[in-house]
């Protein structure tokens, strides 16, 4: 299901399960008003053709109106004006026929009447973390986690929940996402499905990640050439552990600002270690030899670069950039930019 997402652009975030098509992001700046002139020139019969899937069926067939949420949820636009038409159109029909379905079915274990339910909780999340107050979202993912908890676990209800508890996190309402993280991970680590189980375990990982501030990091892995690493070599210097790719435009986006602080601070004691979470090997080795780093570089070359990291600490949009003081305790799980910058000076000096 398409939604505006409440996450950054300057962010890559693989964890969603969200539409990722090939068209540009529709909050893009410029892509709207595009998509907005083609669509103001498409003929009256084609504007009318594309705007009859959005109809509503009519009459009080519990099932048509399932039917009709279930293939909007499967809606895969191919041009930018069906995706403007989508985001004009569905999210209202969508919501009358979850609506009309929590009207007519009164079963609360019928996959139409939980449908109904997800959506309407779906909705209702994105409004609260846009533009509800602490108590309010706090109340809503209460309703949540008694949703999950009373039905099967699917993956629609795990792709609403992990959406919320991210949109939490970037809000930013960081203490409320460590809860959201947490009570809806323990649902969903417990699941027999071991897709939705591993997703679990991230959301569980992502609450560890948020009050990972003032305790000592652990992680291992694999340098580039073969050899072990253990982040505890490094003790006495300050550490910075990013997360990236190299088919992440924002990852590469730091890489300038890393190269320059690392000049500045490394003679004072400063360490980078990227650790890189990209699949295809020789991709990764060709941008190394092209653009090489000075630093420490960690690929799982055994795993296709699944490094268990990434679900202990639960990174869901990468870069993630995680600072180490010189004891190994984490000091920043946001050390970007000028936070970086900051944190160095704090540490290190002017």
């Given at each position: 299901?398409?939604?505006?997402?409440?996450?950054?652009?300057?962010?890559?975030?693989?964890?969603t399960l969200s539409y990722a098509g090939m068209l540009p992001a529709a909050d893009a700046p410029g892509v709207l008003a595009i998509a907005q002139a083609a669509?103001?020139?498409?003929?009256?019969?084609?504007?009318?053709?594309?705007?009859?899937?959005?109809e509503l069926p009519t009459g009080d067939d519990v099932a048509a109106y399932a039917k009709f949420l279930q293939r909007m949820a499967e809606f895969q636009p191919t041009s930018r004006e069906e995706l403007l038409l989508y985001r004009k159109k569905a999210p209202l029909a969508m919501r009358k026929a979850a609506e009309k379905i929590l009207e007519l079915d009164k079963d609360e274990k019928s996959p139409a009447r939980r449908m109904a339910q997800r959506i309407t909780l779906e909705n209702r999340g994105s409004e609260v973390v846009a533009s509800g107050s602490t108590a309010e979202r706090k109340a809503h993912l209460d309703q949540l986690v008694a949703f999950v908890a009373g039905g099967d676990k699917s993956d629609a209800d795990l792709r609403m929940a992990m959406n919320f508890a991210i949109n939490l996190e970037y809000a930013p309402e960081r203490e409320l996402a460590a809860e959201a993280y947490g009570k809806l991970g323990e649902l969903f680590a417990a699941s027999s499905v071991?897709?939705?189980?591993?997703?679990g375990k991230m959301l569980q990982g992502a609450a560890k990640r948020l009050n990972l501030v003032g305790s000592v990091?652990?992680?291992?892995?694999?340098k580039m050439a073969g050899e072990p690493f253990d982040l505890a070599s490094l003790r006495g210097k300050v550490v910075l552990i990013d997360f990236w790719a190299t088919w992440c435009g924002?990852?590469?986006?730091?890489?300038?600002?890393?190269?320059?602080?690392?000049?500045?601070?490394?003679?004072r004691g400063f360490e980078i270690v990227s650790l890189s979470i990209d699949q295809d090997r020789t991709a990764l080795e060709e941008f190394l030899t092209d653009r090489p780093m000075p630093w420490i570089v960690l690929h799982d070359k055994e795993n296709m670069g699944q490094h268990p990291a990434t679900t202990e600490l639960g990174i869901f949009g990468i870069p993630s950039m995680i600072l180490v003081d010189k004891e190994g305790k984490v000091v920043s799980t946001r050390a970007r930019g000028e936070e970086l910058t900051r944190s160095l000076r704090e540490l290190l000096g002017e």
């Open positions: 299901m398409i939604r505006r997402s409440l996450l950054p652009l300057a962010a890559c975030v693989f964890g669509l103001s020139q498409a003929t009256e019969v084609q504007l009318t053709d594309a705007e009859k899937q959005f071991q897709a939705v189980s591993q997703r990091l652990d992680l291992k892995g694999t924002p990852c590469i986006a730091e890489i300038p600002h890393m190269k320059k602080t690392y000049e500045m601070y490394r003679d």
